[in-house]
């Protein structure tokens, strides 16, 4: 009974110091698995207008006066991203950063999470729907991040 209790405890203190030591690659393997099931979430929770975009819509101040003419031809759902082991400044370290496709739309977002003045109800019940979908999402989340967790550790993923 020693022998075995001592041979379990060395194999799970070979497995936490390898789980320690995680390559990057094997870190957004496991973090990717998290952004993915956290990225259907926020889909879900998103606002979704019923405008429809075919040809883009100009959007924002800066229109074609400053050259600068902004064309909205996504609705926000549909530009949720996220690269496996990536920031949202492109460092590859293993971290998964889920996000918006650039700069317009993750301002768009800013605003509809956090609220303006003098709001709508609709756009009242849309506010903080990104800390809504992070708190609806962290069981999927953890759930996907341990099963790949498991599968890169070479671990029966059943148990």
């Not at 341990?146 to 599968?151: A, F, G, I, M």
């Amino acid at each position: 009974m020693a022998k075995d209790m001592g041979e379990f405890l060395e194999n799970w203190i070979d497995s936490v110091d390898k789980g320690i030591r995680l390559s990057p690659g094997d870190k957004a393997k496991i973090t990717g698995a998290g952004a993915e099931a956290f990225s259907k979430v926020l889909h879900d929770h998103t606002p979704r207008s019923n405008e429809i975009y075919r040809r883009g819509r100009s959007a924002g101040h800066a229109n074609a006066k400053h050259g600068n003419s902004h064309r909205k031809t996504k609705h926000l759902q549909d530009t949720i991203t996220y690269r496996a082991g990536y920031t949202a400044d492109k460092t590859r370290t293993g971290d998964t950063d889920v996000g918006f496709e650039g700069k317009y739309y993750d301002f768009l977002a800013k605003i509809i999470n956090n609220g303006k003045h003098k709001m709508s109800d609709k756009e009242l019940a849309n506010m903080h729907f990104v800390d809504k979908a992070q708190q609806g999402a962290k069981r999927a989340v953890e759930e996907a991040e341990l099963k790949t967790y498991k599968e890169v550790m070479n671990h029966d993923s059943d148990k």
